[in-house]
């Protein structure tokens, strides 16, 4: 037992681990030799006389197939398949050939190998008298080949088969022995095996409770004092017997032992400093209270600045946005005045080509003049040119058309101007009047021509009236032609107005996107003053919030000092 005190506990469960191995390795062996034993006993069992009966048992399976195989070759007169059970007979003697093989790789003993010799022997005879079977049955003598089976071959047929049947009945019989003989041997193992393992588990057990005594004791004194001092008493001394152990309890008992003394001059300098703590923490109090409260103004100030910072940031954002909405209506503008500008150069060219038809206009009707002048001389030739001046009316008619259509686009294209288009709908629509008046004429003209078709009689007097009128439509005319020209001038007037206002609005749009987009900066700006005032402020009030953190630290760290100050009296020293 001392000498069993001064080892190491781990030496201790070594010693407790060497002797359970040993056991084990006992038990274990004395298990893995009678297995191994049986095992070799199975493979021999399975080897020598379960494969051997198998193979005797097919073999006799392949016999009583030849067997009828011969017979349907005696019976049957279709050469094809004499020719099938021919080969199948083949097939069978070959397989039974290599279970013979088989067979003769086992362990055989004296006895089955002269066995073996007579089956050999009748084999040889049986396939002897049945290849002569085969033969007068290939030539379909039935008869003579039926009688030569019963008299020759079916002798030898019955010994083949009692022989086969012998040497299975005795590999059975052998097999049956040595699986009496693994029963008997699986008792005396179990009761071998059931012995050690009770020797080895008492030894195991005895050794464990010496050994686990060893330990327990120690730890029971050591356990006791540490009781002891979780109580607060660090007066009593370690027990001198666990201090003389040499192992690691003895050196546990040593090290309760400087504990116990360490403690017992921490707990004297603890009461020391529990009374400067307490001193120390009523002035640490009474300064982060100042702290807090001027953190609390700084904190005051800064969120009225953050205040402000929002409200700024708030009218910049609605001001830029007024400032967006206000591009956003230039740009509108600007291609309205764009899309003006083209619409002057139409009219302007329309107004041109109007110019251009009614000087067209003029010049017929000036030849309508020369023609009526002259009309009295050749009134025998007028039927001949009433088609010419008919076709010239009709030009007229069409030119006039144009022009009432060319008025009304210009009229639509005033009216879609609004107020600065005003003074050129007056103009368009005197145009319309006067292109409904042009037309009116060619009409009428085209009338005085069928009258002049109808009423040869009256033609001089129908020329006068046509020459007033050729002149009212020279009048006309004319009159359209000025309005042409006016309307072409107030035209180019108009599209060098809207060229110059087109030019100003695309430069108020850059203004007005200048603006838009220093007034977003500004914005952007103020946002994050404003969020770095917040953060300012955050900061500050995590001061703020830190110092009465600290305020009340220091007050429950008071508490502390008066409450260590008390507990410090429980502890014996």
């Given at each position: 037992?001392?000498?069993?005190?001064?080892?190491?506990?781990?030496?201790?469960?070594?010693?407790?681990?060497?002797?359970?191995?040993?056991?084990?390795?006992?038990?274990?062996?004395?298990?893995?030799?009678?297995?191994?034993?049986?095992?070799?006993?199975?493979?021999?069992?399975?080897?020598?006389?379960?494969?051997?009966?198998?193979?005797?048992?097919?073999?006799?399976?392949?016999?009583?197939?030849?067997?009828?195989?011969?017979?349907?070759?005696?019976?049957?007169?279709?050469?094809?398949?004499?020719?099938?059970?021919?080969?199948?007979?083949?097939?069978?003697?070959?397989?039974?050939?290599?279970?013979?093989?088989?067979?003769?790789?086992?362990?055989?003993?004296?006895?089955?190998?002269?066995?073996?010799?007579?089956?050999?022997?009748?084999?040889?005879?049986?396939?002897?008298?049945?290849?002569?079977?085969?033969?007068?049955?290939?030539?379909?003598?039935?008869?003579?080949?039926?009688?030569?089976?019963?008299?020759?071959?079916?002798?030898?047929?019955?010994?083949?088969?009692?022989?086969?049947?012998?040497?299975?009945?005795?590999?059975?019989?052998?097999?049956?022995?040595?699986?009496?003989?693994?029963?008997?041997?699986?008792?005396?193992?179990?009761?071998?095996?059931?012995?050690?393992?009770?020797?080895?588990?008492?030894?195991?057990?005895?050794?464990?409770?010496?050994?686990?005594?060893?330990?327990?004791?120690?730890?029971?004194?050591?356990?006791?004092?540490?009781?002891?001092?979780?109580?607060?008493?660090?007066?009593?001394?370690?027990?001198?017997?666990?201090?003389?152990?040499?192992?690691?309890?003895?050196?546990?008992?040593?090290?309760?032992?400087?504990?116990?003394?360490?403690?017992?001059?921490?707990?004297?300098?603890?009461?020391?400093?529990?009374?400067?703590?307490?001193?120390?923490?009523?002035?640490?109090?009474?300064?982060?209270?100042?702290?807090?409260?001027?953190?609390?103004?700084?904190?005051?100030?800064?969120?009225?600045?953050?205040?402000?910072?929002?409200?700024?940031a708030s009218a910049l954002k609605e001001t830029t946005g007024v400032m967006?909405?206000?591009?956003?209506?230039?740009?509108?503008?600007?291609?309205?005045?764009?899309?003006?500008?083209?619409?002057?150069?139409?009219?302007?060219?329309?107004?041109?080509?109007?110019?251009?038809?009614?000087?067209?206009?003029?010049?017929?009707?000036?030849?309508?003049?020369?023609?009526?002048?002259?009309?009295?001389?050749?009134?025998?030739?007028?039927?001949?040119?009433?088609?010419?001046?008919?076709?010239?009316?009709?030009?007229?008619?069409?030119?006039?058309?144009?022009?009432?259509?060319?008025a009304l686009n210009a009229a639509i294209e005033a009216a879609r101007a609004?107020?600065?288009?005003?003074?050129?709908?007056?103009?368009?629509?005197?145009?319309?009047?006067?292109?409904?008046?042009?037309?009116?004429?060619?009409?009428?003209?085209?009338?005085?021509?069928?009258?002049?078709?109808?009423?040869?009689?009256?033609?001089?007097?129908?020329?006068?009236?046509?020459?007033?009128?050729?002149?009212?439509?020279?009048?006309?005319?004319?009159?359209?032609?000025?309005?042409?020209?006016?309307?072409?001038?107030?035209?180019?007037?108009?599209?060098?107005?809207?060229?110059?206002?087109?030019?100003?609005?695309?430069?108020?749009?850059?203004g007005s996107r200048h603006v838009n987009l220093v007034m977003k900066n500004?914005?952007?700006?103020?946002?994050?003053?404003?969020?770095?005032?917040?953060?300012?402020?955050?900061?500050?009030?995590?001061?703020?919030?830190?110092?009465?953190?600290?305020?009340?630290?220091?007050?429950?760290?008071?508490?502390?000092?008066?409450?260590?100050?008390?507990?410090?009296?429980?502890?014996?020293?």
């Amino acid at each position: 037992m001392l000498k069993l005190n001064n080892v190491s506990i781990v030496y201790k469960l070594f010693i407790l681990l060497v002797i359970s191995i040993v056991g084990v390795g006992i038990v274990g062996y004395t298990g893995y030799s009678h297995l191994l034993k049986t095992n070799q006993d199975m493979n021999a069992m399975y080897q020598d006389r379960l494969i051997a009966v198998k193979l005797i048992n097919e073999n006799i399976g392949h016999f009583r197939f030849i067997q009828a195989f011969v017979f349907e070759a005696m019976v049957t007169v279709d050469g094809a398949r004499k020719e099938a059970v021919v080969k199948a007979i083949d097939l069978r003697d070959e397989m039974f050939n290599k279970n013979i093989i088989e067979y003769e790789k086992n362990n055989l003993n004296a006895k089955e190998i002269e066995q073996l010799k007579e089956m050999k022997i009748a084999m040889e005879k049986y396939r002897d008298g049945r290849k002569r079977i085969m033969n007068l049955a290939m030539e379909n003598k039935s008869a003579e080949a039926y009688k030569e089976y019963v008299t020759n071959v079916l002798p030898y047929s019955n010994i083949f088969i009692d022989l086969l049947k012998k040497i299975a009945e005795d590999n059975t019989k052998a097999a049956d022995e040595l699986n009496k003989q693994n029963g008997e041997a699986f008792i005396r193992a179990k009761n071998l095996i059931g012995g050690s393992f009770i020797g080895v588990l008492s030894i195991m057990g005895l050794v464990s409770f010496y050994i686990g005594r060893n330990i327990t004791n120690p730890m029971k004194i050591g356990t006791s004092h540490l009781c002891e001092m979780a109580k607060g008493n660090f007066s009593i001394d370690v027990p001198k017997k666990l201090l003389e152990n040499k192992d690691e309890f003895g050196i546990m008992g040593q090290a309760f032992h400087m504990l116990n003394h360490n403690m017992r001059m921490l707990v004297q300098k603890i009461g020391h400093s529990a009374e400067k703590l307490a001193a120390a923490s009523e002035q640490l109090t009474a300064s982060a209270e100042q702290s807090a409260d001027a953190s609390n103004q700084v904190a005051a100030s800064v969120t009225d600045i953050t205040f402000g910072t929002e409200r700024q940031a708030s009218a910049l954002k609605e001001t830029t946005g007024v400032m967006e909405e206000m591009s956003r209506q230039i740009q509108i503008v600007a291609d309205n005045t764009e899309q003006t500008v083209v619409l002057s150069e139409k009219t302007a060219v329309a107004s041109k080509n109007g110019t251009y038809s009614v000087s067209v206009a003029l010049e017929q009707m000036r030849n309508i003049e020369r023609t009526v002048n002259t009309s009295a001389e050749v009134v025998t030739k007028l039927g001949e040119r009433s088609s010419e001046i008919g076709q010239i009316v009709g030009t007229i008619s069409t030119i006039a058309g144009q022009t009432n259509l060319l008025a009304l686009n210009a009229a639509i294209e005033a009216a879609r101007a609004g107020e600065t288009g005003r003074g050129f709908a007056v103009v368009a629509e005197e145009v319309r009047k006067l292109a409904e008046q042009s037309q009116e004429a060619a009409e009428q003209i085209s009338t005085l021509i069928h009258g002049i078709r109808r009423e040869t009689d009256s033609a001089v007097t129908a020329m006068m009236a046509g020459t007033r009128e050729v002149v009212s439509g020279m009048v006309a005319v004319n009159g359209a032609t000025t309005a042409f020209s006016d309307i072409a001038d107030l035209v180019n007037s108009v599209s060098g107005q809207v060229h110059t206002i087109s030019s100003a609005m695309k430069n108020v749009l850059e203004g007005s996107r200048h603006v838009n987009l220093v007034m977003k900066n500004a914005a952007d700006i103020t946002t994050t003053t404003s969020m770095e005032v917040q953060n300012v402020s955050a900061a500050t009030q995590e001061q703020s919030t830190a110092a009465a953190e600290i305020a009340s630290s220091s007050r429950e760290l008071a508490k502390l000092a008066e409450e260590l100050q008390i507990t410090m009296h429980q502890f014996k020293v």
